[in-house]
């Protein structure tokens, strides 16, 4: 299985600033078929189901706010929320789609300081 | 609007067999790809399995290969998570979530069937 290691495993970021999670895999995910990197990025809210974010590692979904941004490449990816909102506090997931079965991130946890 | 709707809360006792559903709708349930997704309480997410309607492909994640079964009726538009005996481990949290493809990414998912295993 491929492994998807997140960090940090926590932020605090004060309302305004950017915060940045990281996503490494433990091979590329980055298909030489169609060349995209097989990489989504998911928010999950206290008391929700997921929610899709990013997908192909850059693709922001419909009706997602443009301050979540997703890049990367290969085996290393970065979500950004680039001015963090109340309503961003929730805990972030990456996921590779390359390989069955589809590994999660363990999570990342944002947070208000 | 495409919705996915998952059936209560279910209550068993270990060894009980149990059967959580997932009612399909707005879009046509036999061209896309069903999956499950654990979450143990206070834990992240397991990519437990997926199911194809259409031809009745699925795949499991290691874990699970034999401890669950994922089925679809295409008549009623529901995907079925099955356990024919439970373990106090199996309690979680469970999403069904749909995909274009075998490998693609979860673009909508249900509400989430909190099972608990417990003598």
């Known amino acids: 299985d491929i492994v998807m290691t997140q960090s940090p495993d926590s932020l605090a970021v004060s309302l305004g600033e950017r915060a940045t999670i990281n996503c490494k895999s433990s091979?590329?995910?980055?298909?030489?078929?169609?060349?995209?990197?097989?990489l989504a990025w998911y928010q999950q809210k206290p008391g929700q189901p997921p929610k899709l974010l990013i997908y192909?590692?850059?693709t922001r979904e419909s009706g997602v706010p443009d301050r979540f941004s997703g890049s990367g490449s290969g085996a290393d990816f970065t979500l950004t929320i680039s001015t963090l909102q109340a309503e961003d506090v929730a805990v972030y997931y990456c996921q590779q789609y390359y390989n069955s079965p589809g590994t999660f991130g363990q999570g990342t946890k944002v947070e208000i300081k | 609007e495409v919705q996915l709707v998952q059936s209560g809360t279910e209550v068993k006792k270990p060894g009980e067999s149990l059967n959580i559903s997932c009612k399909c709708s707005g879009y046509n349930f036999a061209t896309y790809w069903i999956g499950w997704v654990r979450q143990k309480p206070g834990k992240g997410l397991e990519w437990l399995g997926i199911?194809?309607?259409?031809?009745?492909?699925?795949a499991y994640g290691p874990s699970f290969e034999g401890q669950v079964t994922i089925s679809a009726d295409m008549s009623i538009t529901t995907a079925y998570l099955q356990w024919s005996s439970l373990k106090a481990s199996d309690t979680a949290m469970y999403y069904c979530?749909?995909?274009?493809?075998?490998?693609?990414?979860?673009?909508?998912w249900g509400q989430g069937t909190l099972v608990t295993v417990s003598s």
């Open positions: 979530a749909r995909l274009e493809d075998w490998d693609s990414y979860f673009d909508s």
């Open positions: 199911f194809y309607p259409g031809d009745s492909d699925s």
């Open positions: 192909w590692a850059s």
């Open positions: 091979q590329t995910v980055l298909s030489s078929s169609n060349n995209k990197n097989h």
